[in-house]
Nanobody, 124 residues
Framework: QVQLVQSGGGLVQAGGSLRLSCATS????????TGWFRQVPGKEREFVAA????????YYADSVKGRFTISRDNAKDTVYLQMNSLKPEDTAVYYC?????????????????WGQGTQVTVSA
């Protein structure tokens, strides 16, 4: 069983940076594609970034391209989301997710396992 455990997040001023981490406490995710999504109340969960199992391919939503960077350290079984130049509209609960196909995807339905979510709040 894959269990994703998220850390990081919190409150930051606009223009600041945060780093989110997603680790597994169960089976390895080193062969999984992994994505980050975010959700605000009343809206659907939206894609933020994804990375293939070997890190060779990365994908970003247009809204975060150039500001966020997804990466992974398979030796540590951990995936990261570095968020720079944060804006108030980035405020949301952020979720990591993994899928055993290995390629990463922008589609929520592609993912089998989800982290618990972590709040990111960006003040103006």
């Amino acid at each position: 069983q894959v269990q994703l455990v998220q850390s990081g997040g919190g409150l930051v001023q606009a223009g600041g940076s945060l780093r989110l981490s997603c680790a597994t406490s169960g089976r390895t995710i080193s062969m999984h594609g992994t994505g980050w999504f975010r959700q605000v109340p009343g809206k659907e969960r939206e894609f933020v970034a994804a990375i293939s199992w070997n890190g060779a391919s990365t994908y970003y939503a247009d809204s975060v391209k150039g500001r966020f960077t997804i990466s992974r350290d398979n030796a540590k079984d951990t995936v990261y989301l570095q968020m720079n130049s944060l804006k108030p509209e980035d405020t949301a609960v952020y979720y990591c997710a993994s899928e055993p196909q290995g390629w990463g995807s922008e589609y929520v339905g592609s993912y089998h396992y989800w982290g618990q979510g972590t709040q990111v709040t960006v003040s103006a």
